[in-house]
């Protein structure tokens, strides 16, 4: 597994990368944040990753909480985490990687309504390292969410 190409095709993200997303799979498998993962529409053709992240680890007020990734073979992907909350609110953002008329190709949708969209710069865009910059954000979202307590 390799860092995507430079010039990936420009409007296009491409067929899901299956490779990858069993890699992440096995990955969010191993983290104790993660309760379960599922494929969409099945493990023998995923084009969805779900990981179900532990409600039991997050304050009270946040009722469920997910994260969906896509990933593509050019390297393009979306990975989308989710809080719910409680009083019927949402606490979301995203990192994606596609062709598109808002932003450079590589942008964050902020939280906390992931309206908000900004370019962003990775170090770099190998999976398994997008993933553990996805999963410290994660982490330093749990953080803050107990220290407002």
């Not at 993962?37 to 084009?47: I, L, Q």
């Not at 990981?51 to 593509?72: H, K, M, N, Q």
């Not at 073979?73 to 979301?92: A, K, N, P, Q």
């Not at 309504?113 to 993933?131: E, F, I, K, N, Q």
């Amino acid at each position: 597994m390799s860092d995507p190409p430079e010039d990936s095709t420009p409007h296009s993200t491409g067929p899901p990368d299956r490779q990858t997303l069993r890699l992440l799979e096995r990955h969010l498998a191993s983290d104790s944040l993660v309760a379960e993962t599922a494929f969409e529409p099945n493990a023998y053709e995923p084009r969805l990753l779900h990981g179900v992240l532990a409600a039991e680890r997050y304050p009270d007020s946040v009722t469920a909480v997910r994260l969906d990734i896509r990933w593509f073979t050019t390297g393009d992907f979306s990975i989308h985490y989710v809080e719910d909350h409680e009083d019927g609110t949402r606490w979301e953002c995203r990192w994606d990687r596609h062709p598109n008329t808002h932003n450079t190709r590589l942008h964050f949708h902020e939280p906390p309504s992931a309206t908000g969209v900004t370019d962003l710069d990775l170090p770099s865009l190998h999976p398994l390292d997008v993933y553990s910059t996805v999963l410290a954000a994660i982490e330093n979202r749990l953080e803050t969410l107990w220290s407002a307590m």
